[in-house]
């Protein structure tokens, strides 16, 4: 089965986190880094699943360990924003349209499945 290659959309890092400024006193890199990337994920998404930054691009942009990455990127996943997938990479959740019935995403191409 041949790999398909999917072009990104997202900006560079650099203009996607343009308003960005230093944790504030007081304030931990994971919490501000975490509250930084929820802004921008919810921001940028899309109708469809698309890759998203890499915990290493990520660490060398903020200045931060990469498990501190890491971390944020678990968290994410666990609010339903990110999905990691195994040899795919990181993808970027769709927004999923509410209606009433209850419907959950799938990570591979962002297809809609009832439940």
């Known amino acids: 089965m041949r790999r398909v290659r999917r072009s990104t959309e997202l900006p560079p890092l650099k203009t996607a ?11 931990t890199q994971t ?29 060398v942009f903020f200045h931060v360990p990469q498990p501190v990455g890491v971390q944020v990127y678990r968290e994410l996943e666990s609010e339903g924003l990110l999905v990691r997938l195994r040899h795919v990479g990181t993808l970027l959740q769709p927004r999923v349209p509410v209606r009433g019935d209850k419907i959950t995403t799938l990570a591979s191409g962002g297809r809609l499945a009832l439940r």
């Not at 986190?17 to 304030?27: D, H, K, N, T, V």
């Not at 975490?34 to 699943?49: F, I, K, N, Q």
């Open 17 to 27: 986190l343009s308003g960005f400024r230093s944790s504030p006193a007081g304030q």
């Open 31 to 59: 919490y501000a880094l975490l509250r930084a990337l929820r802004e921008m994920t919810e921001r940028l998404r899309g109708t469809e699943a698309q890759p998203f930054y890499s915990t290493r691009e990520i660490a």
